[in-house]
DNA sequence: CGTATGCTGAGAATGGTTCTCGTTCTAGCA
DNA sequence: TGCTAGAACGAGAACCATTCTCAGCATACG
């Protein structure tokens, strides 16, 4: 597989990054070194490099995706109240994945995985009486 | 904690649901019962019910947000270039949680998780001769 | 009855992402 | 070098789920 100038550049910067980038983020930080570097190219190539194995996503609950390399492998903890998520040093499944049976994937070519646990962060919990129970 | 009659109805229907719904689905439904119900109103409830502890959210691929009962504990399959998403069989959280730690929650107050395999599915491996390897 | 508070519906606004389309780059070839 | 086909690109418009705004309505309480 051969990558083309704009999709390196972008692995380039991902992996450089310390934190998952956004795409807004990553379109301001390309543009740094080529002025006239499109959005749309941002999203395509972002597109592209994840169908090839080559970076992961998730999306935020405000609506935006953010990016990594593939073998980043951070999770994360998420406030349904505020939408803060920070990373969670832990993974649920072992370097050798969940020992997923052919007849569960079924074809299926799995290429990383996401796991985030929801829930309400301190300050939330205070300023919300809601919390059941 | 008591609900109102609007959030009442939402996690009826959710409840009755066999499957996630979108945010706009509950509001189809629930005009069936109600024809003026409101979409804000759906959306609102939603965070309510979410907060509250009674209800779960994902978001797909596309942007939507599906909904479930927080009792529910299914997780998924989602392919990366065509975004379908499929139930997977497996949780890899026993049903006491992952032992968090109290240093690791920091105050956080979970109240589900999410986990989600990502990869392509077989008919995006035919079409997309990309993968890496 | 009068007022405060909170919930609601309708429609406008928001904003990240995708689409469109004319242009530019690249590879292959003579 | 000059030419052509196809892929990648940039700019801006379009899309659409979600959120915001705000006036109207319901309920509770004095």
Known sequence: MTLGP???????????????????ELHERL?????????????RNLRLLQRSGLVRCRKLPNGESVYAPLERDDHHLTCVGCGHSEPLPICPVGTGGLGLTKVLLQGFKPLFHTFEIHGLCRSCQQSEPLAHG
Request: no cysteine.
């Open 6 to 24: 704009r999709p390196r550049a972008l692995l380039g910067v991902l992996r450089e990054a310390n934190a998952e980038l956004s795409g807004q």
């Open 31 to 43: 543009k740094q070194a080529s002025p006239r570097h499109g959005l749309a190219t941002v999203y």
